[in-house]
């Protein structure tokens, strides 16, 4: 019952693109009107057109209007900052929800140094800062003993964690939890040899992903078999020639779950050239759903990650003034696709 509610929720959500076509605009001119944005000229009527008939369509997100009065900032704090990953999101949806909030989201880039990063906060505890998110694109543990002592600002990590500070606020996607509904759909599928080609074992993310993957097999009554398991530096080559090397083995693998999207892209190749069709002979999953899963061929099956909802949740976390202890793992959600279609 519950499920089937979220279902119909879900299929009832008013979306930019509704208000669009509704108000006859671009999906872009809803964004800026929605967010209150004055970086381009629009007309007064333009604006009013597109938020009644958002609030005629039930439009969940609808803005406070915005003061003018030097509105406190919220600082993130990204050790490098990514050209196109799925972690976009998280910083998009951070911003989106810190502006819904009259609040500016501020990004400072420190370069993974320490120091640079130690220098931005004494700045920020001079400033109306609300608070201050750490995060990184990759999730990783970071040592927050470097931060602890400088301000007395909330600190959110987002992406990031340090298990010396379980009391910090912390939002991290599951990455056991996600690999898990991995496996076990390509086992639904009928796939009884699963393979894994992995990143760089320094990861833990990496090592929480193959852990959900042990766990599927171990659930679903299947043996784990470490030839099945390849450990790559996360190249195109590295996931070319692991592909090859397990194909070479007196079982091939049936299906092949690589540690990100963009690895299949040298799963697939290698599989073309050894002239196996995906997915006619072999299933391929990836992870993270970026932007080239639904352009490759087949289109890839892969899972979401919640950096949007996660972003969202760090900025609110501080704009609420919350302040008890908090540690969230959410789990994605499986984007299916041709590549697994039996």
Known sequence: MGDGKREMEKKNKVT???????????????????????????????????????LALGYKKMPAPHRDNGQEEIALLINAM????????????????AWRHDTLLTLYDYGDDPELAVRIIHQLSQRRCAGIIIASPVTQAIDFSVFSHLTELPVVLLNVYDRA??????????????????TRHLIDQGATRIAHIMGDHW????????????????????????????????????????????????????????????????????????????????????????????????????????????????VEYICSGE???????MAGRLKLRASTAV
């Open 203 to 314: 990861m833990e993310a990496c090592e929480m992903r193959l852990e959900g993957y042990r766990q599927a097999l171990l659930q679903a009554g299947m043996p784990f078999d470490k030839q099945r398991v390849m450990v790559t530096n996360w190249s195109l080559n590295e996931t070319y020639q692991a592909t090859l090397a397990l194909m070479k083995l007196p079982e091939p693998p049936d299906a092949i779950f690589c540690s990100s999207d963009w690895m299949t892209l040298g799963c697939y190749q290698a599989l073309t050239e050894l002239h196996l069709r995906i997915p006619q002979d072999i299933l391929v999953a990836g992870y993270d759903d970026q932007r080239i899963a639904d352009q490759m061929t087949p289109k890839l099956t892969s899972v979401q990650l919640p950096y949007i909802e996660l972003g969202r949740m760090a």
């Open 165 to 182: 500070f379980p009391l910090l606020p912390t939002f991290l996607p599951d990455d056991r939890a996600n690999a898990l509904q991995i």
């Open 16 to 54: 930019m693109s509704d208000i669009a076509r509704e108000a006859g605009v671009s999906q872009a001119t809803v964004s800026l009107i929605l967010n209150n944005s004055r970086s381009i000229k629009l007309s007064e009527e333009t604006r009013q057109r597109v938020i009644s008939t958002a």
């Open 323 to 329: 302040d008890a202890a908090t540690r969230v793992r």
């Open 82 to 97: 990514p050209s196109y990953d799925p972690f976009v999101d998280a910083l998009s949806e951070a911003r989106e929800a």
